[in-house]
């Protein structure tokens, strides 16, 4: 980073932090010259050119939008703020672009998703795992299911009726 007071190059990070979910990381920085602090703000424009690698192989660009709108179809008449849904979101990015610089397996994405929906809601979580994540064997996710659904007997009524919102 050329430093704006002497032009030098050589600077030193002192401190980062990411802003607006993850958007931003805003660094600190000294130059090594001049001893001058200045900020420099990063904006994640690879979440454009970060590629998503599909199960077959194949590739295509990650978006944001996309991903909150399986989130959001997930929990469709769900009692869930868009910003609880738009905070999720974040912290899946935040995983992501701590873990990949250019390619992310759709498993993290699909796994990143799910395991916080499942803390936020289990209804959610099973829409989305049947929609989304394809469970590799239909065992698996009707013993999914199951331990969802005994742990929530008084809710089981309700639940069908949600799903037949799909
Ligand atoms: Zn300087």
Known sequence: MR?????????KVIDSRSTEGGAVIRRRRKCLECNRRYTTYERVETTNKLLVVKKDG????????????????????????????????DEVEEAVFR????EVPSSFLGDAVSSRLRKLDKVAY????????QFRLVDDFIQEARNILDGEH?????????FKDE
């Open 99 to 102: 873990e990949f610089e250019k």
């Open 58 to 89: 194949t590739r295509e660009p990650y978006e944001r939008e996309k991903l909150f709108a399986s989130v959001r179809h997930a929990c469709f008449k769900l009692p869930h703020s868009a910003e609880t849904l738009g905070s999720l979101v």
């Open 126 to 133: 099973l829409r989305f795992a049947s929609l989304y994540l």
């Open 3 to 11: 430093c704006p007071y002497c032009k030098e190059q050589q600077d």
């Open 154 to 162: 008084t809710d089981v009524v309700g639940q069908q009726e949600l």
